[in-house]
T-cell receptor, first 115, second 114 residues
């Protein structure tokens, strides 16, 4: 597709369950970001992938959160043993390496609700 | 650490009114500054940017000037339209942190009514 695609658009889960959120970046974009948008909060940086380099995981809030990027394209964000405070919109963004944050393209996000 | 503070919303205006959304920042280095906009049902998209002091970013009638002395980057538009209704996010990218991620404010929802 032409833009960054995220799935599912909405996810409702029970506390303690694991969830996987998927991001398909724009074809050819080597940089991929995950952000979280909680109610009343700004967008919180979670993790950043750049090509074959080690990801920058400095924003992951706990070891229940992990992410991988297979083949330099699709990325999956996994949250284990979900808690109610994990409820948020999870946003994915991608960019061409040369532009870094200057040309970030965002997906529409996954609304996660933990009951 | 780096941070961005922007005025809380929602901001409700009548069409053709003047808009100001305040944004101030703190950063270790000399950041680049951005305004992103999120229209209903869409992903965030870059509205405008400025990379050095006194630069003015502009797009779609919106403007913001990088003010180093007041560490501000306020968003303005002279005459808003209903189609401007969206959530606006101020953000910075700090080169001392590698420049590879954005720090966002909490967002300000704008509602424009006829």
């Amino acid at each position: 597709g032409a833009g960054v695609s995220q799935s599912p658009s909405n996810k409702v889960t029970e506390k303690g369950k694991d969830v996987e959120l998927r991001c398909d970046p724009i074809s050819g974009h080597t940089a991929l970001y995950w952000y979280r948008q909680s109610l009343g909060q700004g967008l919180e940086f979670l993790i950043y992938f750049q090509g074959n380099s080690a990801p920058d995981k400095s924003g992951l809030p706990s070891d229940r959160f992990s992410a991988e990027r297979t083949g330099g394209s699709v990325s999956t964000l996994t949250i284990q043993r979900t808690q109610q405070e994990d409820s948020a919109v999870y946003l994915c963004a991608s960019s061409l390496e040369n532009y870094r944050v200057e040309k970030l393209f965002f997906g529409s996000g996954t609304q996660l609700s933990v009951l | 650490g780096d941070s961005v503070t922007q005025m809380e919303g929602p901001v409700t205006l009548s069409e053709e009114a003047f808009l100001t959304i305040n944004c101030t920042y703190t950063a270790t280095g000399y950041p680049s500054l951005f305004w992103y906009v999120q229209y209903p049902g869409e992903g965030l998209q870059l509205l405008l940017k400025a990379t050095k002091a006194d630069d003015k970013g502009s797009n779609k009638g919106f403007e913001a000037t990088y003010r180093k002395e007041t560490t501000s980057f306020h968003l303005e538009k002279g005459s808003v339209q209903v189609s401007d209704s969206a959530v606006y996010f101020c953000a910075l990218s700090d080169p001392t942190g590698g420049g590879n991620k954005l720090t966002f404010g909490t967002g300000t929802q704008l509602k424009v009514e006829l």
